[in-house]
């Protein structure tokens, strides 16, 4: 070697140990100056505070008293599994494609890093980041503006300042979790892509599964999904999708977490995808969850916590076999009388008069409240020529039926007419010695039919509020074997009108029967009879102390159920009856904790004392008449299955004017459930007692729900008699009172004579 060449040879190790240096003594003073936001340029860093209790964005869940799943609250939808609840399967293939070496590294893989220069260079290109780096980055939104400062916004420094603070806090969470909690929250806070956040949704949305039971196909796709949810997105791109689902499992059987032969067998099986997108049209419960959303936000807002993002748990008294059962039943029972309903309508619109003659503008009126119309309105600025020609512009549209969804090719008043069509049903069931809910059924289909039938809409009872007119007369002084006579009356209220009810039938026997019988057969003659004696304002009275809360008004056909009120406060009503005299509020929300599973807040029910326990045991006694008195109203419950069989039933069905709504309560010793049925509209009805009575539209669906209760042991409903409080000694077989009476009176020797055979 020549001198220069040595001391050019002197120079350059001098230069590059300088470089070295020099290079050493930068990254030492930017990532400090990063870590510390040096004069403030660099913007925040999460603090330790932030690293041992990171927060994410979670979905609320919903349960069943039983457990199950209803439904969720979220913006986000992602929900937290723990290691031990993902399959080996997921975790291969995460290592095999986006870190490999993730448990031998720190946070950072310089081996990875120092490649890049590599693949470069050869016009590829690959990311370095680790596991841990893109859990900082997911979990601490390290490229948002929550941590900017004043370098950020120089275009070449910025990703430089991003990436040093994913370095620095990637070691700070190597250091503070072990693998296995980083791998935990990364795959909980990962965007899986259709509103699926963490794995625990994605497996759900994308296969219907849990994360435990992910196969290696399966796993691969959602991992494959990570590069670019959209991209690779088995819907929308299916091709691509299978690409990359390939590209992982080559990456398995690369380092050696597979064989080829495996990997080539699992190759050449497409997708088996089994796709569905969460919301809250799905599920079942979907009426329950919106009416508990309404309560929760309002709960949260007390407690200032966020029901869409901090993971609240929701735990319900609702039963899932319960409701599944309940919404079987409606499905069974309604799908018969829709189609009933057609047929007796044929090709005519239902939107009827009393007199039968069709409601003018039905369609156009009711347009005239949809939002579309408001749009239109504002886009043509108020021309309703051109608002009805673009409602008129036919669309193929998917709409409900009771076979599933169906296309048509309909404009606006097409899709009207052809909702309105639909009868509705709703069922509410109650345990009423808890009040809790077990199952609720608020329409057909929320998806198609938002509005719920159970607490939102209110509408006329019919002969199901007359309960209330009897407890308020067997209270002041009448007894279930008074008996009146079935014969018309005619009321004149103070204005002079005349009121004179006529039985459903028409027709009055002019027979002499106890209270009991009447109110079994239903009979309107003894209803009125009855109020005319005791007068209206007692009956809203004891309506109001049995849990009505809706305007009632004392008029004298209240006797009739001329005030609307909600199938929620009828159930409630008829379950002080069952409960010993006790009204406890219907409820449904047992407590609410946090994503640590600790309580935040629990829910007692809502009691008090409504009635005594006699008048509700005569009640009991007096609802057992639909079900034991000659032609009762529910007997019909004998042809529909088997709920009379062994069992006590104190019921109730209800059918108003027209026949616009339907109803019937059933009381056993374990449940009080009520059904309404009916059309969205008044004016939309059967036109005829055979087909529109309750005992025909509700009653039905009351008798398959508690076969399918009755038939699950698991339920723990079951059969009997109800329990007569031993505080009650009250005489209900007429025949004994009657002797009883005879006994008591004490009969003179004056002209006083007494017909013992006209008692009351």
Same mark, same amino acid.
């Given at each position: 070697m020549t001198p220069n060449s040595a001391n050019l040879l002197r120079k350059s190790v001098w230069l590059i140990w300088i470089?070295?240096?020099?290079?050493?003594?930068?990254?030492?003073i930017h990532v400090w100056a990063v870590a510390t936001n040096f004069n403030g340029w660099y913007g925040g860093m999460p603090g330790l505070e932030n690293l041992t209790n990171p927060k994410s964005t979670l979905?609320?869940?919903?349960?069943?008293?039983?457990?199950?799943?209803?439904?969720?609250?979220?913006?986000?939808?992602?929900?937290?599994?723990?290691?031990?609840?993902?399959?080996?399967?997921?975790?291969?293939?995460l290592y095999a494609t986006e870190d490999v070496r993730f448990e031998e590294h720190s946070g950072i893989d310089l081996k990875g890093l120092m490649s890049i220069t590599y693949y470069l260079a050869i016009g590829k290109r690959r990311g370095s980041s680790t596991i841990t780096q893109q859990l900082?980055?997911?979990?601490?939104?390290?490229?948002?503006?929550l941590y900017d400062g004043p370098l950020t916004e120089v275009g070449i420094l910025r990703t430089l300042i991003i990436k040093t603070k994913e370095w620095i806090v990637a070691i700070n969470l190597e250091r503070t979790y072990t693998k296995q909690e980083i791998v935990q929250m990364y795959l909980n806070t990962v965007d899986f892509g259709a509103n699926s956040f963490g794995i625990k949704s994605a497996a759900k949305t994308y296969f219907s599964t849990t994360p435990d039971k992910l196969s290696l196909p399966e796993a691969a796709v959602l991992v494959g999904l990570l590069k670019a949810p959209t991209m690779y997105s088995p819907v929308i791109n299916p091709e691509r999708a299978l690409n990359r689902r390939n590209t992982v499992l080559d990456q398995l059987t690369k380092y050696n977490f597979i064989t080829s032969e495996e990997c080539a067998a699992l190759q050449a099986n497409p997708i088996a995808l089994k796709y569905k997108v969460e919301n809250q049209n799905q599920g079942i419960a979907t009426y329950f969850r919106e009416e508990l959303k309404k309560d929760l936000i309002k709960e949260c807002k007390k407690l200032n916590l966020d029901l869409y993002n901090d993971g609240l748990r929701i735990y319900t008294t609702i039963d899932s076999r319960m409701q599944r059962?309940?919404? %079987? !039943?409606?499905?069974?029972?309604?799908?018969?009388?829709? #189609?009933? +309903?057609?047929?007796?309508?044929?090709?005519?619109?239902?939107?009827?008069?009393?007199?039968?003659?069709?409601?003018?503008?039905?369609?156009?009126n009711n347009a005239k409240r949809t939002v579309i119309w408001k749009q239109l309105m504002d886009q043509y600025n108020g021309d309703t020529d051109s608002v009805r020609l673009a409602l008129s512009t036919k669309k193929k549209m998917r709409v409900f039926s009771w076979n599933g969804e169906i296309e048509k090719n309909f404009n606006v008043y097409d899709s009207i007419a052809y909702y309105k069509r639909f009868l509705q049903g709703s069922l509410l069931s109650v345990d009423p010695l808890t009040g809790y809910i077990k199952a609720w059924v608020g329409?057909?289909?929320?998806?198609?039919?938002?509005?719920?039938?159970?607490?939102?809409?209110?509408?006329?009872?019919?002969?199901?509020?007359?309960?209330?007119?009897? %407890? !308020?007369?067997?209270?002041?002084?009448?007894?279930?074997? #008074?008996? +009146?006579?079935?014969?018309?009356?005619?009321?004149v209220n103070a204005d002079g009108v005349s009121w004179s009810p006529q039985n459903s039938d028409g027709n009055f026997s002019g027979e002499k029967m106890t209270l009991r019988r009447g109110i079994g057969l239903s009979l309107n003659s003894i209803a009125a009879a009855l109020i005319q004696r005791i007068g209206p304002k007692m009956v809203v009275d004891y309506a109001r102390k049995l849990g009505i809360e809706s305007d009632l008004d004392p008029v004298y056909p209240l006797a009739l159920g001329s005030s609307d009120v909600s199938l929620y406060e009828l159930v409630g009503a008829y379950s002080v009856f069952v409960n010993n005299g006790n009204y406890t509020k219907p409820q449904y929300i047992i407590r609410i904790e946090n994503k640590q599973g600790e309580i935040i807040k629990s829910f007692n029910p809502e009691k008090r004392e409504a009635?005594?326990?006699?008048?509700?045991?005569?009640?009991?006694?007096?609802?057992?008449?639909?079900?034991?008195?000659?032609?009762?109203?529910?007997?019909?419950?004998?042809?529909?299955?088997?709920?009379?069989?062994?069992?006590?039933?104190?019921?109730?069905?209800?059918?108003?004017?027209?026949?616009?709504?339907?109803?019937?309560?059933?009381?056993?010793?374990?449940?009080?459930?009520?059904?309404?049925?009916?059309?969205?509209?008044?004016?939309?009805?059967?036109?005829s007692t055979n087909d529109g009575q309750g005992a025909r539209l509700a009653m039905p669906i009351w008798s398959y729900y508690m076969d399918s209760v009755y038939a699950n042991p698991a339920t723990k409903i079951t059969k009997g008699r109800f329990t007569k409080p031993?505080?009650?000694?009250?005489?209900?077989?007429?025949?004994?009172?009657k002797a009883q009476l005879q006994d008591s009176l004490t009969i003179d020797n004056s002209d006083n004579q007494i017909d013992y055979n006209n008692i009351q």
């Open positions: 470089l070295f240096g020099a290079t050493f003594t930068f990254l030492f979905a609320s869940e919903v349960y069943s008293a039983d457990g199950v799943l209803l439904g969720k609250y979220f913006r986000e939808n992602r929900s937290e599994v723990t290691y031990d609840q993902i399959s080996p399967n997921v975790i291969k293939a900082a980055k997911n979990l601490f939104e390290t490229r948002g503006e059962y309940a919404e %079987a !039943a409606m499905t069974k029972h309604m799908t018969f009388l829709q #189609d009933k +309903f057609e047929k007796y309508w044929s090709k005519r619109n239902p939107w009827v008069y009393e007199n039968g003659k069709e409601i003018e503008n039905f369609l156009e329409g057909n289909n929320y998806k198609h039919f938002k509005y719920d039938h159970v607490k939102q809409g209110k509408r006329q009872p019919g002969s199901c509020f007359k309960p209330f007119l009897y %407890a !308020a007369a067997l209270d002041n002084g009448y007894h279930p074997c #008074d008996e +009146f006579t079935d014969s018309p009356v005619t009321i009635i005594s326990e006699e008048l509700a045991w005569k009640m009991v006694y007096m609802l057992q008449g639909s079900t034991r008195e000659r032609n009762g109203t529910a007997l019909g419950l004998h042809r529909l299955g088997s709920t009379l069989v062994g069992n006590e039933v104190a019921a109730k069905t209800g059918t108003t004017s027209n026949f616009s709504d339907g109803w019937f309560v059933g009381c056993t010793k374990d449940l009080v459930t009520g059904i309404w049925v009916g059309g969205d509209e008044r004016s939309i009805h059967f036109h031993a505080s009650v000694l009250v005489e209900l077989d007429c025949a004994k009172r």
